[in-house]
């Protein structure tokens, strides 16, 4: 959801935390509620991959405070622009390696029948080593996600950002987990190629490319496994795009996932070494 975003200074542990603070008396009913929801997601969900909820409280001036993980590299759409600028962009092994990392926070928020809905390089967010590159890569912002009671269950309400929206969103047809999917494909496609998959002059412009499934040519020299990853990922058929547990188990992906686990515990804070590795374990161990 919409307010500003600090970043702050717990006085006794001495660490920095990003908070959200959301005026509640002048947002509108579907507003607060998106506050709520988004309060209510993040204080359940427990992965290394997802921003961490730290707290949330109301302040006396009516402010909702929502206090976060900070990830101190920023996002990703502003980390590969300016990686870009100095010719220093991460290579393909590495990319792939951060995709692993957004599959299995989507994979856990699906577990949890929650679609996240707003997919996009600027709500994925980096925090570890700069120098060695060994990042953790955490999704974050689901002011937008919705809960379904099964997830099976198709949401109705079109929402999301225009670019990455899905065919079955643009033609305001009922749509499920796999329109995450093509959000996934839309990012995976970005973070290789440098740029958007789908672009236009005008909003009619955009629907018709997203609806034909239409996105521009790769023109990195990304390896055609990945390519074939990216194109049926943004199949216009939903039921055509892979699932999660699809997406991990193909040869691209598969082989890449132990070194995916050692680097996201070596990224975070060694105290929570253990744990991380633990959460891992079990999510991989169910698919």
Same mark, same amino acid.
């Given at each position: 959801?919409?307010?500003?975003?600090?970043?702050?200074?717990?006085?006794?542990?001495?660490?920095?935390? +990003?908070?959200?603070?959301?005026?509640?008396?002048?947002?509108?009913?579907?507003?607060?509620? $998106?506050?709520?929801?988004?309060?209510?997601?993040?204080?359940?969900?427990?992965?290394?991959?997802?921003? !961490?909820?730290?707290?949330?409280?109301?302040?006396?001036?009516?402010?909702?405070?929502?206090?976060?993980?900070?990830?101190?590299?920023?996002?990703?759409?502003? *980390?590969?622009?300016?990686?870009?600028?100095?010719?220093?962009? /991460?290579?393909?092994?590495?990319?792939?390696?951060?995709?692993?990392?957004?599959?299995?926070?989507?994979?856990?928020?699906?577990?949890?029948?929650?679609?996240?809905?707003?997919?996009?390089?600027?709500?994925?967010?980096?925090?570890?080593?700069?120098?060695?590159?060994?990042? !953790?890569?955490?999704?974050?912002?689901?002011?937008?996600?919705?809960?379904?009671?099964?997830?099976?269950?198709? $949401?109705?309400?079109?929402?999301?950002?225009?670019?990455?929206?899905? /065919?079955?969103?643009?033609?305001?047809?009922?749509?499920?987990?796999?329109?995450?999917?093509?959000?996934?494909?839309? +990012?995976? *496609?970005?973070?290789?190629?440098?740029?958007?998959?789908?672009? !236009?002059?005008?909003?009619?412009?955009?629907?018709?490319?997203?609806?034909?499934?239409?996105?521009?040519?790769?023109?990195?020299?990304?390896?055609?496994?990945?390519?074939?990853?990216?194109?049926?990922?943004?199949?216009?058929? /939903?039921?055509?795009?892979?699932?999660?547990?699809?997406?991990?188990?193909?040869?691209?992906?598969?082989?890449?996932? /132990?070194?995916?686990?050692?680097? +996201?515990?070596?990224?975070?804070?060694?105290?929570?070494? $253990?744990?991380?590795?633990?959460?891992?374990?079990?999510?991989? $161990? !169910?698919?």
């Amino acid at each position: 959801s919409f307010g500003q975003v600090f970043l702050v200074l717990h006085k006794t542990d001495q660490q920095h935390y +990003v908070m959200k603070s959301i005026e509640l008396q002048t947002s509108s009913r579907e507003g607060r509620e $998106a506050t709520e929801m988004e309060v209510r997601l993040l204080s359940t969900l427990r992965h290394p991959n997802i921003v !961490a909820y730290r707290d949330s409280f109301a302040d006396s001036a009516g402010y909702l405070c929502i206090v976060m993980e900070y990830c101190e590299h920023g996002d990703v759409f502003t *980390y590969l622009q300016d990686a870009k600028k100095i010719q220093k962009v /991460p290579e393909e092994n590495r990319l792939l390696e951060w995709f692993i990392q957004i599959t299995l926070a989507l994979h856990a928020l699906h577990c949890q029948k929650i679609l996240h809905r707003d997919l996009k390089t600027q709500n994925i967010f980096l925090t570890g080593d700069r120098v060695q590159g060994n990042f !953790a890569v955490k999704l974050g912002d689901f002011g937008i996600a919705k809960m379904l009671s099964s997830t099976n269950d198709l $949401a109705k309400t079109q929402i999301g950002t225009p670019f990455y929206m899905s /065919p079955e969103l643009i033609n305001n047809k009922p749509y499920g987990v796999k329109s995450d999917i093509w959000g996934l494909g839309c +990012v995976l *496609y970005e973070i290789v190629n440098g740029q958007r998959a789908f672009d !236009a002059q005008s909003l009619n412009g955009l629907a018709l490319k997203i609806i034909k499934g239409q996105y521009t040519p790769i023109t990195s020299s990304c390896s055609q496994s990945t390519k074939s990853l990216i194109k049926s990922m943004l199949s216009k058929s /939903p039921s055509n795009r892979p699932t999660l547990k699809e997406i991990l188990h193909t040869s691209v992906i598969r082989p890449r996932i /132990p070194l995916v686990q050692r680097s +996201v515990v070596a990224a975070g804070p060694p105290e929570a070494g $253990a744990e991380t590795a633990e959460i891992l374990a079990q999510q991989l $161990a !169910a698919l």
